[in-house]
């Protein structure tokens, strides 16, 4: 359970709320590397956090997200009658997750309502992010050539190391100008941090 007390949910909570909201919560649970946690007709109605190991969300053959430690997914599974969940995550190693079901989320909304208004800021968030993300991919732009490529050579923690600007163009295919841009594009955005030869892909 380390690292949950710094979850997005109890931003503005004192640490006596937080530790007490801890206790009731349910044993994490634990996943084998290559097996499956959510697909398209099993999920829970729950948000899950990672408290270790690595998780993707894929669709059919496309890398959507990976996921590490502190990361949270599920938020789409919410609130809502859908049936499928939108995509498949996999354990990428051995990984264990905290979930946060719907029933208990409603009780803390009513009984904290900060934690309200904080998961709503979390859902405009991703919703911000997600209109980027779709206006990128549909440009087909080098910004989008580069991202895809990092998403999916970046590393369990999602970080692609060795960003020599000459390699980087070689291995994308895209003009070192071009490269430039899109890096500065990314950057942004707030979809990658750079910091020498390192970027953090998000």
């Given at each position: 359970m380390?690292?949950?007390?710094?979850?997005?949910?109890?931003?503005?909570?004192?640490?006596?709320?937080?530790?007490?909201?801890i206790t009731v919560l349910p044993k994490p649970q634990k996943f084998i590397?290559?097996?499956?946690?959510?697909?398209?007709r099993k999920f829970n109605k729950a948000i899950g956090i990672i408290l270790s190991g690595k998780a993707e969300a894929i669709d059919g053959a496309l890398l959507k997200r990976s996921f590490v430690k502190g990361d949270v997914f599920g938020a789409a599974a919410l609130?809502?009658?859908?049936?499928?969940y939108i995509s498949k995550i996999v354990a990428k190693s051995d990984t264990e997750i905290q979930f946060i079901s719907e029933d208990i989320l409603e009780d803390l909304f009513k009984r904290y309502p900060?934690?309200?208004v904080n998961y709503i800021e979390f859902l405009s968030q991703k919703v911000r992010f997600l209109n980027k993300r779709i206006n990128l991919y549909s440009q087909k732009t080098a910004s989008?050539?580069?991202?895809?490529?990092?998403?999916?050579?970046?590393?369990?923690?999602?970080?692609?190391?060795?960003?020599?600007?000459?390699?980087?163009?070689a291995l994308t295919s895209i003009g070192r100008t071009s490269l430039y841009r899109a890096i500065d594009e990314l950057t942004e955005a707030g979809m990658?941090?750079?910091?020498?030869?390192?970027?953090?892909?998000?």
């Open positions: 380390q690292g949950i007390e710094n979850l997005f949910l109890f931003k503005g909570l004192s640490n006596e709320e937080i530790a007490m909201i590397k290559g097996e499956e946690i959510y697909n398209h609130f809502g009658n859908e049936e499928s900060e934690t309200a989008a050539k580069l991202y895809q490529f990092l998403t999916e050579n970046a590393d369990e923690n999602n970080t692609y190391t060795g960003a020599n600007m000459s390699k980087l163009a990658i941090e750079k910091s020498g030869t390192t970027i953090i892909v998000k």
